[in-house]
């Protein structure tokens, strides 16, 4: 059974001013070893919620705990934050003027200088930079920068590691790889993840469990692929897969019944087949998305979108058999 590391409780923090970014009694809980993927759109509460988490603001309500301890917040201690904890933002916060392997093994005492070696090349190693352990942090890409202040926050023990939107710097050739290395060090380490993103491919991709945030509130939790196949809300649907949203009587004008509220269906539900509940829309506009299409389709007044993994089979202006082979009424 896996064991609980970081448990948050009915957790509150709002601030004085009218700027957004509150949370609302909030609460779930961490398995260790998992990777927690946090998100919402900007001004959901996902930066206040990690930054509790580590201790860094008075909370108004409720508690996090870590390992069964209350943490504690930064009006209760010297230095604000969690010893056990090691949060990367998006300024990185290493020494710029310093070489790559300085950086990372600054956060080793000198006690055992051959550990601290084999420590500090082993994260680097872990984290694929090595090779720039003589180098300048003002000599490094953006991704190069992440990577070192990600291994710069692993290499003490950590047994939780907070990221604050890890790929906002890191161009997308880059991203994939970073994220898959680290999906793969917090396998290898046994680490806990709990990261913030604006952009749901990193939850999809990284997670083990996905907390959807708005307005301050969770709305739904849960493994990656139950959230997506089966949100609460539009805007989780929206937000992990731009979702299509039809109203009753748009729906209706399709063939799908919903008494009240919406339909709401991912772009790949929708199959280009003919068959006996297909309807026939209009090819309105053909988007090149790579290895596939996406299609605007319409049908009496009603644009839904489409996939097309045959690339050219359907044209602007074309018409084609459509069936929504599922959909969500929310």
Known sequence: MEEQIISVKNLSKQYQTEQAGGISNISFEVKKGNVVAILGESGSGKSTLLKCIYGLLKVDGGEVSFKGKRILGPDEQLIPGHKEMKMVTQDFSLNIYAKVYDNVASMLSNTDVQAKQAKT?????????????????????????????????????????????????????????????????????????????????????????????????????GQPSQVYNHPDHIYTARLLGNAVVLDATDASILGLDIPDGHAVFYPEWVELKSSWNSRRFEVKDVYYKGFYEELLLERNGVKIRALQLNRGEHKKNDHVQANISQFLAL
């Open 121 to 221: 090349m082993e994260m680097l190693q872990h984290l694929h930079i090595e090779h720039l352990k003589d180098k300048k942090i003002t000599q490094l890409s953006g991704g190069e920068q992440q990577r070192v202040a990600i291994a710069k926050a692993m290499v003490s023990d950590t047994s939780v590691l907070l990221l604050d939107e890890p790929f906002s710097q890191v161009d997308a050739l880059l991203k994939n790889q970073l994220r898959a290395d680290i999906k793969r060090v917090a396998a290898e380490t046994g680490v806990t993840v709990i990261m913030v993103s604006h952009d749901p491919a990193d939850g999809l991709f990284l997670a083990d469990e996905l907390l959807i945030l708005k307005d301050g509130a969770l709305l739904q939790s």
